[in-house]
């Protein structure tokens, strides 16, 4: 389980550093290098306040899963943070969502890859992807079943504007890391088994959050997404629109 510190402003420059070296331990444990895992700082409902002092800290990658609240905050931080979103993307925000992110961690279906590829088409843009993979089976989760998308894969890679870079998941909720490892196994076994099967890259594996990154980190997380032992638990966010219908 990850240690995780307090939440205060002052305090992120703080945990941090704790996360960062947790990612290095774990990546040597596993005889992995540290620079092969990239830290995605999940700031969805964190005020631009604190994102910044971890922009100051060194962090510069971000996570965002509200459109609204992401183009509220993103011209608030320093033009040299990077944002990847890790929502649920809706088909209607796909036109606002497709500049101001450089990576999305959760299509999770044919038809919203469709849609993006259309509108990024119309837009001149080239979107890099990850696919959801929902390999636990969870009926309260979204993402492909492993079975749907290994049928649907050669119809995604025949989109044009799009580039899969790799896959997610988010494992059920578990009060031990070490519950969650079975099913970032099955992520990666899926992975190479799609490389294998269509002759394909997929170098990303976005899994792990704050309580099992460091098990994500030992069966080859590529991306971990950490926001509470960054920035503490998600508060309402000040920058999110009482209009905003997500």
Wanted: net charge neutral.
């Amino acid at each position: 389980m990850a240690v995780v510190g307090k939440f205060g402003v002052e305090d992120i420059a703080q945990n941090l550093a704790r996360v960062r070296t947790q990612i290095v331990e774990a990546a040597r444990t596993s005889g992995r290098s540290p620079e092969d895992v990239e830290l995605v700082a999940i700031s969805k409902t964190h005020e631009a306040e604190k994102v910044r002092a971890a922009f100051d800290a060194g962090q510069q990658l971000f996570g965002e899963s509200r459109i609204q609240e992401a183009r509220a905050k993103i011209p608030l931080l320093p033009s040299a943070a990077r944002w990847h979103f890790v929502g649920r993307l809706q088909r209607n925000k796909i036109r606002h969502a497709l500049p101001l992110f450089e990576l999305f961690h959760s299509i999770d279906s044919l038809e919203l890859a469709r849609d993006l590829n259309r509108v990024a088409e119309e837009e001149g843009l080239h979107p890099r992807v990850l696919l959801e993979i929902n390999v636990a089976g969870e009926g309260s989760k979204i993402g492909f079943a492993p079975v749907a998308l290994q049928s649907q894969m050669e119809a995604l890679l025949e989109l044009p504007r799009l580039t899969i870079e790799g896959v997610m998941t988010i494992p059920p909720l578990a009060a031990e890391a070490e519950a969650s490892r079975k099913h970032f196994v099955m992520l990666r076994d899926l992975r190479d088994q799609f490389v294998q099967q269509f002759q394909i890259t997929l170098p990303r594996l976005s899994m792990g959050m704050s309580g099992d990154f460091a098990v994500a980190i030992e069966e080859g997380a590529t991306l971990v997404r950490v926001g509470t032992a960054i920035f503490g638990k998600r508060t309402p966010a000040r920058l999110r629109a009482a209009t905003d219908p997500e």
